[in-house]
C-alpha cells in the first residue's frame, strides 16, 4: 500500500504542479482495434451508433502522431501535431482567445468574438491536470520506473462502474483511449503528471500515448504564444472557408467525406 498510497496523494495533489512545461507525446492507435473499443463501450451503455464510409482509400491500420506541448501558467498553451491525422496542425491559446491552423481548413481564431469556443490549446488536458482520474479509475499494482529520464510510479487502473444519467464518468478517458477496460498509467514520481498511458481491450492494446520528452518549470520562449499563419494564410472567422461551406444531405456528405461519417439515431428534444 506504500506505494499505492504515494500514487492517490500525487493525483490529489497534481491540480497546479507546474508553473511552465515543455512536452513531447507520441500518440499511437490502432485504427481498427480502438473502433471496436468504442463500439463495445457504446453497447454497455445500450447507445446505437450508425456509421457512414465515405470515398478514398482505406485508412492505415495504425496511426502515430507527434504532439508538442507548451504551458505557461495561468492561460497560455501552444501545441504542435506532426506526422499521422493532423500533421501541420498547430494553435496557440491566451486566456480566452485562441488562434487554430489545419493544411486542410485553413487558418482561424476567435479574437473578434471570444465567446466561440475552441479545443485548441487544450490537447491531452487530463495528462496535465490528472486529478479527474481519481473518480473515473480504480489503481492497484503500482512499481516504479523511469519515462523520458523522470521516476515514474507505473499502476493498472480499471475503469469505475457507470451509473447515472449525464455525462458518463469514463469521459475523462478519453484521450487516454475511449473503450478501454484496463489502462497502465506511468505518473511523474515527483509531480503526478501522466508521462504515458496505455489503453487494453480483451488484453491487447489499441492506443499508446508516451511523452519522448518532458521538462517543468524551465523558461519557455514568449513568440511561442504569438500566432504566426504561415504565409499566404489569412485568418478566418471560425468556420470552414467560405468556398468549402455547403448545405448537403447525408447521402451526399457520405460520398463526399474521406472519412467515416456518424450519425446520431435522434437529436434530443432538450437541445437548441
Given at each position: 500500500?506504500?506505494?499505492?498510497?504515494?500514487?492517490?496523494?500525487?493525483?490529489?495533489?497534481?491540480?497546479?504542479?507546474?508553473?511552465?512545461?515543455?512536452?513531447?507525446?507520441?500518440?499511437?492507435?490502432?485504427?481498427?482495434?480502438a473502433h471496436a473499443a468504442f463500439l463495445a463501450q457504446a453497447e454497455r451503455r445500450a447507445a446505437k451508433t450508425f456509421?457512414?464510409?465515405?470515398?478514398?482509400?482505406?485508412?492505415?491500420?495504425?496511426?502515430?502522431?507527434?504532439?508538442?506541448?507548451?504551458?505557461?501558467?495561468?492561460?497560455?498553451?501552444?501545441?504542435?501535431?506532426?506526422?499521422?491525422?493532423?500533421?501541420?496542425?498547430?494553435?496557440?491559446?491566451?486566456?480566452?482567445?485562441?488562434?487554430?491552423?489545419?493544411?486542410?481548413?485553413?487558418?482561424?481564431?476567435?479574437?473578434?468574438?471570444?465567446?466561440?469556443?475552441?479545443?485548441?490549446?487544450?490537447?491531452?488536458?487530463?495528462?496535465?491536470?490528472?486529478?479527474?482520474?481519481?473518480?473515473?479509475?480504480?489503481?492497484?499494482?503500482?512499481?516504479?520506473?523511469?519515462?523520458?529520464?523522470?521516476?515514474?510510479?507505473?499502476?493498472?487502473?480499471?475503469?469505475?462502474?457507470?451509473?447515472?444519467?449525464?455525462?458518463?464518468?469514463?469521459?475523462?478517458?478519453?484521450?487516454?483511449?475511449?473503450?478501454?477496460?484496463?489502462?497502465?498509467?506511468?505518473?511523474?514520481?515527483?509531480?503526478?503528471?501522466?508521462?504515458?498511458?496505455?489503453?487494453?481491450?480483451?488484453?491487447?492494446?489499441?492506443?499508446?500515448?508516451?511523452?519522448?520528452?518532458?521538462?517543468?518549470?524551465q523558461e519557455v520562449d514568449d513568440d511561442l504564444f504569438v500566432f504566426h499563419a504561415p504565409p499566404g494564410e489569412a485568418?478566418?472567422?471560425?468556420?470552414?472557408?467560405?468556398?468549402?461551406?455547403?448545405?448537403?444531405?447525408?447521402?451526399?456528405?457520405?460520398?463526399?467525406?474521406?472519412?467515416?461519417?456518424?450519425?446520431?439515431?435522434?437529436?434530443?428534444?432538450?437541445?437548441?
Amino acid at each position: 500500500m506504500g506505494d499505492l498510497s504515494e500514487l492517490l496523494e500525487l493525483l490529489h495533489d497534481a491540480d497546479a504542479p507546474f508553473v511552465s512545461l515543455r512536452a513531447r507525446y507520441r500518440v499511437w492507435r490502432h485504427r481498427e482495434r480502438a473502433h471496436a473499443a468504442f463500439l463495445a463501450q457504446a453497447e454497455r451503455r445500450a447507445a446505437k451508433t450508425f456509421a457512414f464510409g465515405g470515398g478514398g482509400p482505406p485508412p492505415d491500420p495504425e496511426s502515430v502522431d507527434i504532439v508538442d506541448i507548451w504551458r505557461v501558467r495561468p492561460d497560455r498553451a501552444r501545441v504542435e501535431h506532426s506526422g499521422g491525422d493532423r500533421d501541420g496542425v498547430f494553435g496557440v491559446r491566451v486566456g480566452e482567445r485562441w488562434w487554430h491552423f489545419d493544411p486542410r481548413s485553413g487558418a482561424s481564431s476567435n479574437v473578434e468574438d471570444v465567446s466561440v469556443g475552441s479545443g485548441t490549446g487544450t490537447e491531452l488536458a487530463v495528462f496535465l491536470d490528472p486529478p479527474r482520474l481519481l473518480g473515473a479509475l480504480r489503481f492497484a499494482a503500482v512499481s516504479r520506473g523511469t519515462r523520458a529520464g523522470r521516476a515514474v510510479l507505473v499502476v493498472d487502473a480499471w475503469p469505475r462502474p457507470e451509473a447515472g444519467q449525464g455525462r458518463p464518468p469514463g469521459f475523462e478517458l478519453h484521450e487516454m483511449g475511449i473503450g478501454g477496460d484496463r489502462y497502465r498509467l506511468e505518473l511523474d514520481a515527483e509531480r503526478g503528471l501522466v508521462l504515458s498511458a496505455q489503453a487494453f481491450a480483451g488484453g491487447e492494446p489499441f492506443q499508446v500515448v508516451e511523452a519522448l520528452e518532458f521538462e517543468v518549470d524551465q523558461e519557455v520562449d514568449d513568440d511561442l504564444f504569438v500566432f504566426h499563419a504561415p504565409p499566404g494564410e489569412a485568418i478566418q472567422r471560425p468556420g470552414f472557408r467560405g468556398e468549402l461551406l455547403r448545405h448537403a444531405s447525408i447521402s451526399e456528405a457520405q460520398a463526399a467525406a474521406p472519412f467515416t461519417l456518424f450519425v446520431p439515431e435522434r437529436v434530443p428534444s432538450s437541445w437548441r
